[in-house]
Each structure stands twice: as C-alpha cells, then as structure tokens.
C-alpha cells in the first residue's frame, strides 16, 4: 500500500516584504486559513513548480505539512506554527497587521 | 574615532549604487534569487523567517553619537522602532523592506557605516574588547589595530570566498573580554621587554564543534601582524575544507591538520610574504592611532556622586554592578543595561537610542561603545556626572542594575526571527530574568553568565556561558539542554552537557533549581556559581536538575 500522503500548503517569503505567503487556488495570501490544502503528491508538485516559477514575486517555495482536519489548515510543525503567527516578543509582523483590520 | 578618507567614502558610495541596481534588477525579474542571494549577503541582507534582517557592522564595537542618532531615525524611518545589538557587536533590523534597503545603506553611508562583511565567507566585522581605551588593566588600545585589520581585510581580493565565514577579535588587556579563544583568529596584547605585541591564537569557535583556540605565536611583533594575519588566512584558504560546511570552519582546518602542520605551513607561507610588506601598512596604522588619541580627561571632585551613593540606594545599587575601574582617576565606565527584565536582551527602541547617543555627547566624549554581551557603554564618563547620567538612564527604561548578574543574559534572536533556528531563545531569557526578578534573588546569587542558542550555531554562545542552554528541535518540540562550567574570558572552557534537554516549560524550575542548589553548595558568598562548579564538579549541580533520576537510583 502506497505511503499515506500528509496533506500540504505551499508556503514561501514575499519578495518586497518578506512576508510569510501561503498559495491560494488563485493566488497568494498572508493567512494560512486562505491557503489551498493539497490531498495529492502529484498535484502539490506541480503547485510547488508554479510557485517557484513566479520569481519576481515569491522567494524559497516549498511544500509544508498541515493538518487538514479542521475547518482552516493548521500547522502541524511549532516553525510553520511562528511563520503563520510572527514572533512572540512583539506584536510584529502579521499579529501587527491583524489588529490594523 | 577612525574617520573615512576619501577613498573609504568613494568606495561606499560605488558600492551601495551598485547594490541599489542590482536590487532594482532583482525586483524587475532581471536577476533570480540564486542569483541575487550572494549579492546581498555580502551587504548584509538577510531573508530571516518574517522579514528580511539587515545586519550593519559596527566595526570594534565603537560609535559615535551621530552614528547612534542615526541608527536612530533608520530604525524610525524603515524599521519598527528599534534595533536588536547582536553577540558580534553588530545592529540588527528585523523588518526592513527589499525596495528600501538601499537608502538604508545610503543613510549608513554619510555617517561612515555599511554593512559590507557582515554575511558571507568573508573575513566578518573585527570585534575588540568593549572597554577599550579605557579600562584599567589595559595594555594598550586594540582598536587602531582593529581599524587596520578591518582595511586589509574588507574587499580583500583573495579572501572573497573562503571555505567559510571568519571572524577575529583583539583584546588589548590580560582579562579577555572580547572571547578571543573562541574566535578563528584572536589577537590579545602581550608585553615583552617593554614591547607590545600579539600572542596570535588560532582555530577557536563555538558552533556545532566546539573549541577552545590554541596559541599559534606566543608573541609576534606588531609589525609583523598584518603579514602574519595574511598567512594565517591564506594557509585556511586552501587547507581549509569545502566538501563539507559543517568541517570548513578553520579549528577543523587545524585540527584535522594538527597545530604543528598548520604552523609550519603558516611559518612558511609567512617568510614567502613577508617581504611584500614595506611597511605602508605600519604607515597608515600611525595614522590610525592618532585617530584614536584619548580624549582630554579633567580632573574634577566627585562630591556628587559620593553623596548619591549615600542617600539614594537604588544608584548606589546601579553604580555596585554598571560601573567598571577606568584607567584615569576620577572616571568611570558606564554599562547600559538592555536587560531590563522582561525584555528581548538587545534591543533598544530609537527614543532609548537617542537618548544614549545625547549622554555620551553631553558626558561621554562623545563615544559609545556595543558588547558582545549586548549591552552599551559609555567609555568615559566623570564619577560627578553619574547621577545626572543614571535618573536620565532611569526614565528611559535603561536604569537596570543587573551587568554580570543572572538576568544580564546574552540571547540570540533564535526562532523568533532567525530562519536558522530549532527553537525560541527570547521568551526563556525574558522568563528566567522575570523569575530571578521575582525571587529578588539576582544580587545575592552574584556574578553569573547565562547565555542561550536556539540552534547549535551557537550564536548565543551557550558554550562559554557559566549556565548555557541550547534549543532544539525534539521530535517536534522545543527542548532546551543545559550546559555548565563554560567560560569565555582568559581561562577559557568549553561548558560540559547537564544530561537530558527539558521542554520550554520545564526550563525555568530547572535554572531555579541549579542556582538555589549554587546558593546551598557555595561555600561563602563571595565563591561565584563558576568557582563552586569548579570545585565541586558537575555531580550536585546534576542532582538539583534531575531529583528524579536520583530518587530512583537511591
């Protein structure tokens, strides 16, 4: 039987900010509950290949584990967990733009 | 303070256009990002895991108050406010942004900083002992050397791309506080007949390997420095590994080779280049030293600060542990504390900045200076001023009397900003420093390092902290492991691993329990936690970390 498959987002830097992205079936965003859960290898790969293509916009693509079971995705490693928050000293970074909404 | 010639000016200026171009080109799509990555590491712009981080040297360690002004207004103006001082004398910005980043260099640039070097296998920022020029027990300033070590070595055209980073520190005192041993090169000031040279040690590092440097030359003239530093480097060069990153660093160079093979190959390389130093080097260093002349110290009562210990214990409390003997009687060295408790050690905001830059001005002779310990000094203050400088220090959040004590902790910024690291170093130093708070313990425990990493590279310096601790990534959870007994001055030692690491939340009852069972086990308050560990050994440090482990073999 084939290795079940963890269930992935594609994640990267944003070029001019250095924001942490998430793919989005149309695009890219700031909220990794926006972000385009992918169920199949082949699929993330292909996603993870695009991704790496637009590299005026995004820098370091690469394919992060989620748990997929709620409503939104979650991270399912404590570093995916800090690039999804920002750092816990301050209120930088995308605890800082939440609060401006 | 060095002041850049025209040609320094020149060359900044050329190189920060053609950084602003090259970012254009990344922007425009022109340049990838392997492309554009070597190109801004070498002008200190990092990716981090936010943001990118600019790291801007500041070379020895040593500023003055305009610089500071603008560190400032860049923190200000690009940045969120602050600025986080690092393990290597450096500044750091957290957040700035791609497109502004060239006119953060230019802002730099016409108060002669940069951030060249301060990235990449290059020979990295020179750092010198903190209280340089004005300690007591000084030799002699190490800086005009540093000065001149840091003109050969910057855009030096064979040491572009070594098999790694480098860094050196001098010490121009017998009582190392630049960590020299645990530096690829560490120069320390040594006299001899009435001379000064270098006792020149080599292959020290911190890191996944750590090592305590081994002395190459007991004692080298000073006019042999630069074509000595010249083979040393060049030897590393082709010696040094590049099959493997984490055996590239020059102590496995001479470890691997042996100190013997490694000096004779030095000793050689060294007589074949010897002759191409005419002494233009030595030239320009009497230049670089009268740039350094001491200020015009005066001689002045100190009533005021006599009568301010008396009546007000909480000066007299901050003078007990933020002063150092300067050499000239009458003046003192000021440490600023950035470890207010609680806070992220390091950092200061642009008002705090400011303000430190308008004492050293008014009081300090217009310097400042930045430790490895990240905290900021002000070299050479009058005893009179103290009280004046200490309720200005007071209302800004920088009064904290804590330099050397348990909550004065050295922390890199670990997974909190750093994409490199395994776990968050921040919130323990903040945890331990609220808790000794708490237990208003920290000034009976006495002198003592803590010093945390939240990966093996050891930015944190958790080896020579009297208490490390390292973050790690078990399993998918942060765990922190204990190492004890490390040292980082003259008597340089390597700390010895505890046992088994503990989770973020066991950390802070584990530092509590090793410190009370120092308070049992000291055998007079005067013994420091380090001098108790040496005496007595890892064994009843060990049973306070783990009473489990020993109830079950009991």
């Not at chain 1, 690469?62 to 409503?71: E, I, R």
């Not at chain 2, 040297?57 to 200000?76: E, K």
């Not at chain 2, 009582?175 to 000031?189: E, F, P, Q, S, Y």
């Not at chain 2, 237990?439 to 490390?468: F, R, T, W, Y």
Request: proline share 5%.
């Amino acid at each position: 039987m084939p290795r079940a498959f963890t269930p992935k987002v594609v994640t990267a830097n944003a070029l001019l900010e250095g924001d942490v992205i998430y793919q989005t079936a149309t695009g890219w965003s700031r909220d990794l509950a926006e972000a385009e859960v992918l169920t199949d290898e082949a699929d993330a790969d292909l996603r993870l290949i695009d991704a790496a293509q637009q590299i005026d916009t995004v820098v370091g693509a690469y394919l992060a584990d989620v748990d997929a079971s709620g409503d939104t995705p979650k991270p399912t490693h404590f570093r995916e967990d800090f690039r999804a928050k920002g750092p816990s000293n301050y209120a930088h970074g995308k605890q800082e733009a939440a609060s401006h909404v | 303070m060095y002041n850049y010639t025209d040609f320094d000016t020149a060359f900044i200026k050329e190189r920060n256009a053609q950084f602003r171009s090259q970012v254009e080109r990344r922007i425009d799509g022109s340049l990838t990002e392997d492309e554009f990555k070597p190109l801004r590491l070498m002008n200190g712009l990092y990716l981090q895991l936010h943001a990118y981080m600019l790291r801007v040297a500041i070379p020895y360690g040593t500023l003055n108050s305009r610089q500071m002004h603008v560190l400032a207004d860049i923190a200000d103006k690009w940045d969120k406010g602050y600025g986080h001082f690092t393990t290597r004398q450096n500044i750091q910005y957290n957040w700035p942004q791609l497109r502004d980043v060239p006119d953060m260099l230019d802002a730099l640039g016409d108060v002669q900083m940069h951030a060249i070097q301060t990235s990449g296998n290059t020979i990295r920022n020179v750092t010198a002992d903190h209280f340089a020029g004005a300690a007591a027990d000084e030799l002699a300033d190490p800086r005009p050397v540093a000065e001149l070590i840091r003109q050969w070595s910057t855009d030096h055209p064979e040491f572009q791309f070594l098999p790694r980073k480098f860094k050196v520190a001098v010490t121009g005192s017998p009582n190392d506080r630049a960590v020299t041993k645990a530096h690829d090169i560490g120069l320390r000031m040594v006299e001899r007949d009435g001379e000064i040279g270098f006792e020149v040690i080599v292959g020290g590092g911190l890191g996944r390997t750590p090592m305590i440097g081994k002395v190459l030359r007991d004692f080298l003239p000073r006019e042999d420095l630069l074509p000595y530093l010249e083979a040393i480097v060049s030897v590393y060069n082709l010696l040094g590994r590049r099959d493997n990153k984490y055996k590239a660093r020059i102590k496995i160079t001479v470890h691997e080779n042996g100190l013997d093979d490694f000096k004779t190959r030095v000793e050689e390389r060294y007589s074949l280049i010897r002759p191409q130093f005419t002494g233009v080097d030595q030239q320009l260093l009497a230049g670089i030293e009268a740039d350094f002349a001491a200020p015009e110290f005066k001689s002045a009562p100190e009533t005021e600060y006599h009568d301010a210990r008396q009546h007000y214990p909480a000066f007299r409390a901050w003078s007990d542990t933020n002063l150092t003997e300067h050499r000239v009687p009458g003046y003192a060295i000021v440490t600023i504390s950035l470890k207010a408790h609680g806070a992220t050690p390091g950092d200061a905001t642009s008002a705090q900045m400011r303000l430190m830059a308008d004492l050293a001005k008014r009081y300090g002779h217009d310097e400042l200076r930045i430790s490895h310990e990240q905290n900021v000094i002000l070299p050479h203050v009058h005893k009179s001023d103290l009280p004046s400088i200490y309720s200005a220090l007071k209302a800004e959040g920088l009064g904290t009397a804590n330099v050397g004590l348990i909550s004065d902790i050295i922390a890199c910024p670990g997974m909190d900003y750093c994409a490199l690291a395994t776990a968050r170093s921040i919130p323990i130093a903040q945890e331990i420093a609220t808790r000794f708070d708490e237990l208003k313990l920290e000034h009976d425990v006495g002198p003592l390092k803590i010093k945390i990493s939240g990966c093996i590279n050891a930015c944190g310096h958790h080896h020579v902290g009297h208490i490390g601790i390292l973050g790690l990534d078990r399993a998918g959870v942060e765990n922190y492991q204990i190492t004890l007994g490390g040292d980082g001055t003259e008597d340089a030692s390597i700390g010895e691993r505890a046992g088994p690491g503990f989770s973020a939340e066991e950390i802070i009852p584990a530092i509590e329990r090793l410190v009370l069972a120092y308070l049992d086990l000291r055998e007079e308050p005067a013994e420091t936690f380090l001098q108790t560990y040496r005496r007595l050994g890892l064994a009843p440090f060990k049973a306070a970390l783990y009473p489990e482990a020993q109830a079950n073999a009991a």
